[in-house]
C-alpha cells in the first residue's frame, strides 16, 4: 500500500475507531498521526495527543513545522498536548479507571464547547519502558469499553520498542484489541481490518 493511502485511511476514521499504528522512525509517526489529527482539527474536532517518547513540546514544535497552528488550536481547546505521566502513568502508576475517567472529561469537555467529534493518539513506548505490559493489555482491551463514546483513537507503537520485549506474541496480543492496524514502514505500508 502507498503511503498517500494510509494517510487517506487515517484522515477518514470515523468515530469508535480504535487503530494500532507500528512505525519504525519518528517522521512516518509524524506524518501519519498529524495527518489524522489535522484532519480531525480540519472538520472540527478537538485532538489529544499523548506523549512519551518525545515531549510535548517537541510535539507541539513538530506540528508546527507541519502546519498545524498550534498555538490557535490550545488556545481554542481543540488541541490537547499532554505527558503521559499526566495521563496513563500519574506518579508511577496506572490506573485503567482514571485512565478511562480522564478521556471521559475531556470528550465532555470538548463536546461542551461545540466541537463535533474528538480525536485522541498516544505513544505507548512508556508502558514497555515501566515494564507494565501487563498492565498495557489491560488498558487496550478496556479502550473498546470507553469507544462506546463517539471517539477515534490510534495507539501508537515504535516498532523497535515492542521487538525490544522479545516476545513475539505481544504483537498479537496488541493486535488484537485493535479494529485495525496500521504498519508503516520508509516507502509504503500496510493496513489491515480484522
Known amino acids: 500500500m502507498e503511503k498517500q493511502e494510509i494517510l487517506e485511511f487515517v484522515a477518514q476514521m470515523k468515530p469508535r475507531d480504535h487503530v494500532i499504528f507500528f512505525y519504525s522512525n519518528p517522521e512516518d509517526k509524524h506524518q501519519v498521526l498529524f495527518t489524522y489529527l489535522k484532519a ?90 515501566n515494564r507494565m505490559l501487563k498492565e498495557l493489555l489491560e488498558y487496550e482491551r478496556s479502550l473498546h469499553r470507553v469507544l462506546e463514546l463517539p471517539m477515534t483513537a490510534i495507539c501508537a507503537y515504535d516498532s523497535d520498542v515492542v521487538a525490544s ?10 493486535i488484537k484489541a485493535h479494529s485495525n492496524v496500521i504498519i508503516s514502514g520508509p516507502e509504503s505500508g500496510i493496513v489491515v481490518s480484522h
Open 40 to 129: 480531525g482539527l480540519d472538520s472540527g474536532e478537538a485532538v489529544a495527543y499523548v506523549a512519551g517518547q518525545e515531549s510535548p513540546d517537541g510535539i507541539r514544535q513538530a506540528m508546527k513545522r507541519f502546519g498545524i497552528d498550534v498555538d490557535v488550536a490550545e488556545r481554542s481547546g481543540a488541541l490537547h498536548v499532554i505527558h503521559y505521566r499526566d495521563w496513563y502513568i500519574i506518579d508511577g502508576k496506572f490506573s485503567i479507571p482514571r485512565t478511562m475517567e480522564l478521556w471521559r472529561r475531556l470528550y465532555d469537555e470538548s463536546v461542551s464547547k461545540g466541537f463535533r467529534g474528538f480525536r485522541v493518539t498516544g505513544e505507548m513506548a512508556c508502558f514497555f519502558e
Open 165 to 174: 520485549e522479545g516476545r513475539g506474541e505481544i504483537y498479537l496480543d496488541l
